[in-house]
């Protein structure tokens, strides 16, 4: 079967570092996405790795090893509007998105 | 980035009527178009896919009579819950891929729909 996990919850104190892992396992693979969710609103798109490695975007970084089946989304200098759901999903071969439970942020002064 | 449009936002509705949901692309041309649903501190479950001009593929445990997903043009699919009782109130949000690209899906704001 297809399976996504991450950790159900997370807590970080602002200004700090937080890393977000998920692992996978899908019958195929067309990429990983990266979302962050709000409460009450729809996912808004974060990032997308395809090829092994590091892609970097301001305060958000996201990793990617196929081999391990495994990514992880790094954020930087965490401020309180980071508080959040950040969903992981996985494109299968079939170029649908399976995605995982989400990991909600908690952000502390 | 492109744009995606739902409509209505929040709709309160009476148990045994039908709500109809639209989700339009409004730069782009969306060949297929997704259906999600999210009950609260829970993720998206996809309900189901619609391609324009084809009959929707619906997901296990989806009764496709109940939602009614119609795709007439490439900018418009609509989702239309049936007979609608309370434990069909959720979050509903609709996504749209460009044709010309596979990899990405561009995400509406979401209907909250609640019955009474």
């Known amino acids: ?109 | 980035g492109a744009v995606v449009s739902q409509h209505p936002s929040r709709v309160i509705c009476k148990s045994g009527t039908s709500v109809k949901i639209e989700c339009r692309s409004l730069d782009f041309q969306a060949t297929t178009m997704f259906w999600y649903r999210q009950f609260p501190k829970k993720s998206l479950m996809l309900m189901a896919t619609s391609n324009e001009g084809s009959k929707a593929t619906y997901e296990q445990g989806v009764e496709k009579d109940k939602f009614l997903i119609n795709h007439a043009s490439l900018t418009l699919s609509t989702l239309t819950v049936t007979s609608a009782h309370p434990e069909d109130s959720s979050f509903y949000i609709c996504s749209a891929r460009d044709g010309n690209e596979r990899n990405t899906q561009y995400f509406g704001p979401g209907t909250r729909l609640t019955v009474l």
């Open chain 1, 1 to 109: 079967g297809q399976n996504i996990d991450q950790p159900t919850e997370m807590t970080a104190t602002e200004g700090a570092i937080v890393q977000i892992n998920c692992t996978y396992q899908t019958s195929g693979f067309n990429g990983l996405f990266w979302y962050q969710q709000h409460a009450g609103e729809a996912p808004t798109f974060l990032s997308y790795n395809v090829l092994d490695g590091l892609e970097e975007k301001g305060r958000f970084s996201s990793f990617l090893s196929r081999s391990k089946g495994y990514s992880y989304l790094l954020l930087k200098e965490l401020q309180m509007k980071d508080s959040a759901s950040y969903l992981c999903a996985v494109m299968d071969s079939n170029y649908q998105l399976i995605w995982g439970a989400g990991t909600k942020l908690i952000i502390k002064p």
